[in-house]
């Protein structure tokens, strides 16, 4: 399958090097939303594989449409900083659809970060009460009951299902949704092409 993703240089390099590259850091996304990670990362063993490496302890991202199925590949955005900008690459590669976990970026964006509920009502009047009874303010996950935690989670698994579609959330038909993917390593062999941000 044809997917894009945008790396730092150094991980270009890597590639360059070892013929492979993979995630063997922690970013702060992570950090602040572990919880959404790490239940990512324990369904790609279950619905892929483990890694194919010890190392490797963190999923790659991907573009498998950015837009809809007439405009997949996403521009090249480069980040920056106080500093002006990063060294990065934007690839696009073919990757084995087999290694690839695709799921749907509107809903892991707004409900799996967020540690919300997906298309469960009573869940959500649960969760309500919770709030209720306990004097919470706002939505935090962590505060949750495991109970609790544990269902929100299950309601997740709906956004490997790319023709899942509620209206409620605004979501969209799976040939106009995005759809990301999340994979464990890439390999040289697979890029088509490489722009580059100095």
Known sequence: MIVWTQQ?????????????AYCNEESWLYKEYSYAYDWLVSE????????PMSEI???LWCW???GSYKNRKPKFRPNKDENGYYPEVFIEADIPDELLLQS?????????????QIGDEQLEKEIDEYHSSHSIEGRSFLSYP???QLRIKKSWECIFDLD???RRYHDR?????PIQATFWLLKKEWIRSVRFRM
């Open 146 to 148: 495991e109970d609790l």
């Open 104 to 116: 749907n970026f509107h809903l892991w964006g707004w409900h799996c970060l967020n540690g919300w």
């Open 64 to 66: 498998v449409q950015y």
């Open 173 to 177: 038909p799976k040939r106009n949704k």
């Open 164 to 166: 899942y579609r509620n």
């Open 44 to 51: 790609m063993h279950h619905r892929l594989s483990p890694p």
């Open 8 to 20: 730092r240089l150094e991980f270009w390099e890597t590639l360059e090097r070892d013929g492979m």
């Open 57 to 59: 302890k963190l999923p």
